[in-house]
């Protein structure tokens, strides 16, 4: 089994800063692409940034400029580090990591619990 887990949601106000981190565990031998989605009330899933396990990022349009997304593969964890907050990035923000379980095994995509995050103007 691979687990997930965020930390580091809450309420901020507008212009404000948080962190978030997503620990990978379990039975891992390797994690190639970690990245966190969002989902706000009503609307479907989106990608806020992703990065490869050789520090390749890619950012949201609505993102660029603000977040900054950060891996330490020893550790399996991955950050987000979200800067001049605004009210519209409230969310449930999910942790996705692909993860190969052992040698020569297929990568399969993982998902955290989910952690809020709400921006108040």
């Known amino acids: 089994q691979v687990q997930l887990v965020e930390s580091g949601g809450g309420l901020v106000q507008a212009g404000g800063s948080l962190t978030l981190s997503c620990a990978a565990s379990?039975?891992?031998?390797?994690?190639?692409?970690m990245g966190w989605y969002r989902q706000a009330p009503g609307k479907q899933r989106e990608l806020v940034a992703t990065i490869t396990s050789g520090g390749r990022e890619n950012y949201a349009d609505s993102v660029k400029g603000r977040f900054i997304i950060s891996r330490d593969n020893a550790k399996n964890t991955v950050y987000l580090q979200m800067n001049s907050l605004k009210p519209e990035d409230t969310a449930v923000y999910y942790c996705?990591?692909?993860?190969?379980?052992?040698?020569?095994?297929?990568?399969?995509?993982?998902w955290g619990q989910g952690t809020q995050v709400t921006v108040s103007s």
């Open positions: 996705n990591a692909q993860v190969a379980r052992y040698r020569g095994a297929d990568y399969y995509s993982y």
């Open positions: 379990g039975s891992i031998f390797r994690t190639d692409a």
